[in-house]
């Protein structure tokens, strides 16, 4: 059983530009979360996807988007970067919708300059 | 009311003493609480987590007291070592919810 694995470890973006970071789920999980986690701080809530759909968001800008594909596989978008976009982004996965239990991936460092 | 409040911030324990990190909540609907440990650079990984159904939850050196009526929960690390040394962060869901509250996190260093 392979566990969430996330790519690529570390990116440098730039002001203003896009980035994709990508997250593979744990074999047999369909749902997948992301957080953003800031130096020093908990992680935070961005969205979750459940077989395909978006199933809840926090409290982020639309222009975090997501996908996650048939294999629930996942993706995270951030267009237009900011400054303090830099931070832990760490994926997670579960079994089932709302089921409890999440598994982290290591997380993507970026660093936004 | 989705906050989930975590103390100490920091934490120091000599090698073999107990650790205690403690938590609080307020949302009533709050039905799972988990602990995740992390090291730095590291995602969190799951260590402990409890429902609200029993007041205590022992695995290995790790124990989670709960406190339904005071919206409390703590985390004891018995016979702490220094490869404990990692931050630890409480957090809450809900059910009928999708997602995790977690509190600020707790830097514990083990003295050798």
């Known amino acids: 059983e392979t566990g969430v694995t996330q790519s690529p470890t570390h990116l440098i973006k730039t002001r203003g530009q896009q980035v994709t970071l990508r997250c593979s789920s744990q074999?047999?999980?369909?749902?997948v979360s992301w957080y953003q986690q800031a130096l020093g701080q908990g992680p935070q809530f961005i969205f979750q996807y459940y077989r395909e759909e978006e199933n809840g968001r926090g409290n982020f800008p639309p222009r975090f988007s997501g996908l996650q594909f048939p294999n629930y596989s996942s993706e995270l978008n951030v267009n237009a970067l900011e400054l303090d976009d830099s931070a832990l982004y760490l994926c997670?996965?579960?079994?089932?919708?709302?089921?409890?239990?999440?598994?982290f991936g290591p997380g993507t460092r970026l660093t936004v300059l | 009311q989705q906050q989930v409040k975590q103390s100490p911030q920091s934490l120091i324990v000599q090698k073999g003493g107990i650790s205690i990190i403690n938590c609080a909540y307020e949302?009533?609907?709050?039905?799972?609480f988990p602990w995740y440990q992390q090291f730095p650079g590291k995602g969190p990984a799951l260590l402990i987590a409890i429902r609200p159904d029993v007041s205590e939850k022992k695995e290995g050196r790790f124990t989670i007291s709960f406190n339904k009526s005071a919206k409390q929960f703590s985390l004891h690390i018995m016979d702490s070592q220094p490869g404990d040394s990692a931050t630890y962060f409480c957090a809450a869901s809900s059910n009928s919810n999708y997602q995790l509250i977690w509190g600020a996190g707790t830097k514990l260093i083990i003295k050798p």
């Open positions: 074999s047999g999980h369909n749902t």
């Open positions: 949302n009533t609907a709050f039905d799972y």
């Open positions: 997670a996965s579960s079994l089932d919708g709302v089921t409890d239990t999440q598994y």
